[in-house]
């Protein structure tokens, strides 16, 4: 029998210390022999519906403790675990159950429903269309589906990730090992917060720590609760162990949470560029603060390494953890880069995902043959710019589609928003292109650190960008926040954010203002063909014009204008503003 990390050790402090706190939900309380208990009584269940190896097991429960048990179950039972939020609309959840699901566990109120958490409603299993029959009964192996979850897929439906057991403990190993610290074994009876929304892959990094006999604390939904109730538990429940985006973090030092007043000795964070300010209030002697990188498509991270400083340029993402390979390639002929220089990150190794589980595709698009691994490996192309930091590790620059084009000038949005975030009262920020008005508009958003005046922070903020940036990076507007939008994986919501900035508030740069006929005219027939903003200076290639767009915009020159363009001069010119200086010596 294959033996499985998280299970056996979870497994094994049952059997030892059966008293062991091991789940908390309010009030209610779970101890490791209860926990595995109830988590076994419903594998059996799911084990008679002919559920086992490679099937999936949809949970759609609110947020609690049966989550976690039936997380446990569907490992228990060799079947792999689907975090579905009943919060999604019907036709999302629809839609993710008859593509992945072979069972779904939902609340029921009736009398033979199995017991799940203390002080919530009992479990029930449903067997959906594609169900698992009794042939698949069976111990999973590392080879087998362990979780999917689902992530946003370009065409508006759901990407199904898949990872199998083998990935899964190797990165459960590595966070375990943290979990047996000195710093955090010394602790009576330590605790880890899940306070990560379920269906995020992030939710799992607080549930593996299990492994290590830490008892698991979950906190409230955000939606349903606030920040102060966060901070409630945390300090309520001597919580020992943190796990969050910094976009939590920023909240929760916003709403005056002081870590080191806490029992706080460990602070993981990740899923987005980590800022200078939030690491500056988190990092002490008593708490040891990790960074977290790793896309969906990983086994939650790929890379972790604990910050000393809030002393960087770019946000550091640490090195490998043990078992993944990560490789920084220049261009897609996939060219080694040298140390220092921007280029691609790919995951490889122990933890890289099963692939999308039904669209093999773009499976085989993403997931390339990794050419320093073993025969048949291969690696994750994950969109991201990273560079190799001169003492080790590695720095997040940045996604691949973060760069903009502003009159003419490529722009990386995350190196905007890593400046912002080096000011010393700055806790978190965001830069992001607002697009609907006539023109795109670079726009910093950032909340500044406790105490600290808003007005003159605004006026500071501005000054240390005109010394740190070139004029043409340098935002349209910088807007100081009491808080940045969150979506409900606790992300920035830049959409949000955009719909908060006014365009009047922003001043029209020169080359709008002082634009001639000709160039009005012209940007004008652009503008409208794209169905998009630009400028006099954004490259026809860069805007993403098709031969037919082009064709469009001369003959449209031609009967406004009354000026023939011939399309090789066209594509010479390159920008708007060279070809009105073609129109104009043509007329």
Known sequence: MTKLLILDRIKDIAAREPHRP??????????????????????????????????????????????????????????????????????????????????????????????????????????????????????????????????????????????????????????????????????????????????????????????????????????????????????????????????????????????????????????????????????SDRCAVVVQYGPTETAVAATGGRLLSDEFLQPPIGDAVPGVRVHLYDGVALGAARAGKPAFLYVGGAGVARGYLHDPRLTAERFVPDPSGPPGSRMFHTGDLAKLLPRGGYAFLGRTDDQVKISGRRIELGEISSVVNRHPDVAQSVAFVHRDSAHPLLVAAYVGTAGVDAVTLEASVQDYLACELPSYEVPHLIRCEDSLPMTERGKVDVTALARLVKPVEVNVPADETEMTDVERSVIAIVRKTLDAPCSLDDEFFGLGLTSLDSLNILAQIREELGVRVRLRDFFQAGTTRNLCELIELAS
């Open 22 to 283: 091991a789940l908390r939900v309010r009030e209610s309380t779970l101890n490791f022999g209860a926990l595995t208990e109830a988590a076994a009584g419903l594998a059996s269940l799911l084990r008679e519906h002919g559920t086992g190896p490679e099937d999936v097991v949809a949970s759609v429960l609110t947020r609690g403790g049966n989550p976690i048990i039936v997380m446990l179950a569907a490992w228990m039972s060799g079947a792999a675990y689907l975090p579905v939020d009943p919060k999604w609309p019907e036709s999302r959840r629809s839609l993710v159950l008859n593509a992945s699901a072979t069972v779904v566990v939902v609340e029921s109120a009736d009398h033979d429903a199995h017991p799940g958490m203390p002080g919530e409603p009992g479990l029930a299993v449903r067997t959906l269309g594609q169900s698992g029959s009794p042939a698949h009964a069976g111990d999973a192996s590392g080879l087998n589906l362990a979780y999917v979850i689902c992530t946003s897929g370009s065409t508006g439906s759901p990407l199904a990730v898949g990872v199998e057991f083998s990935a899964m403990d190797n990165y459960a190993a590595y966070v375990v090992a943290l979990g047996e610290q000195p710093e955090i074994r010394q602790v009576d009876n330590p605790r880890v917060l899940l306070s990560a929304d379920l269906a995020f892959d992030a939710s799992l990094r607080p549930v593996f720590l299990l492994a290590a006999g830490i008892e698991l604390v979950v906190a409230p939904d955000l939606t349903e609760g606030s920040w102060q109730e966060h901070i409630d538990y945390i300090t309520t429940h001597n919580v020992t162990i943190l796990s969050g985006v910094p976009s939590w973090y920023a909240g929760l030092l916003g709403a005056g949470f002081a870590p080191e007043s806490s029992a706080v000795r460990l602070a993981f964070i990740g899923g987005e560029a980590v800022p200078n300010g939030i690491v500056r209030q988190l990092v």
